[in-house]
């Protein structure tokens, strides 16, 4: 598993929020199309394949602390 950039981490957290692709979009002044891409870097880094996974996995391998919050590196 590769390290994520700071972008993926805060759209993870915006996942984990349960924001959508666009909601995370408009969040960080980036086109849907953007955020789609680093979505599907996420999934590939985690090697899952849809945003709940991701999620679940980012808390289990300690990615994210809880819902909506990175762990501080």
Same mark, same amino acid.
């Given at each position: 598993?590769?390290?994520?950039?700071?972008?993926?981490?805060l759209i993870l957290n915006l996942v984990?929020?349960?924001?959508?692709?666009?909601?995370? #979009?408009?969040?960080?002044?980036?086109?849907?199309?953007?955020? *789609?891409?680093?979505?599907?870097? !996420?999934? $590939?880094?985690?090697?899952?394949?849809? $945003?709940?996974? #991701?999620?679940? *996995?980012?808390?289990?391998?300690? !990615? !994210?602390?809880? !819902?909506?919050?990175?762990?501080q590196q």
């Amino acid at each position: 598993m590769r390290d994520f950039t700071k972008q993926e981490l805060l759209i993870l957290n915006l996942v984990a929020k349960g924001l959508m692709n666009r909601e995370i #979009a408009e969040e960080l002044s980036m086109s849907n199309s953007t955020t *789609k891409a680093h979505m599907e870097a !996420i999934y $590939r880094k985690l090697n899952v394949t849809n $945003r709940v996974q #991701a999620v679940v *996995k980012a808390i289990t391998l300690q !990615i !994210i602390k809880e !819902i909506g919050r990175a762990v501080q590196q």
